[in-house]
């Protein structure tokens, strides 16, 4: 993926197949998901992982418990990552092939 952007369309894709209602750019966060009367979740997209995308995550806990952080490759410490996120209440997806992935599931 040579753009953020290009993250929206295979996230939304995902949670439209999970029947959520997507929106992006809901209240400052990438994208918003809705699902009947569950907690939305929130996706905060990126190109790669990093400090700047763990503080969205971080920032956006304060509107959801299910927040996932996108990014368009693999991380290199994978293993690290997912316990980092795991730790922080954080779910995780990678876009990939113009498909997205989920990783890992936010903490309940």
Not at 12 to 38: F, I, M, N, P, T
Not at 81 to 100: F, N, Q, S, T, Y
Request: hydrophobic residues 45%; glycine residues 12%.
């Amino acid at each position: 993926m040579t753009l953020e952007s290009d993250l929206y369309a295979p996230v939304k894709a995902l949670l439209e197949g999970q029947g959520y209602v997507v929106k992006g750019e809901v209240r400052g966060c990438d994208v918003v998901g809705v699902r009947g009367d569950e907690p939305p979740v929130v996706v905060e997209l990126k190109r790669s992982f990093g400090l700047s995308l763990v503080l969205q995550g971080v920032d956006r806990l304060a509107l959801s418990d299910r927040v996932y952080l996108a990014v368009g490759k693999w991380p290199k410490p994978m293993k690290g990552v997912r316990k980092l996120c795991r730790r922080l209440g954080l779910g995780l997806l990678v876009v990939e092939d113009e498909r997205a992935e989920i990783v890992l599931d936010p903490a309940p």
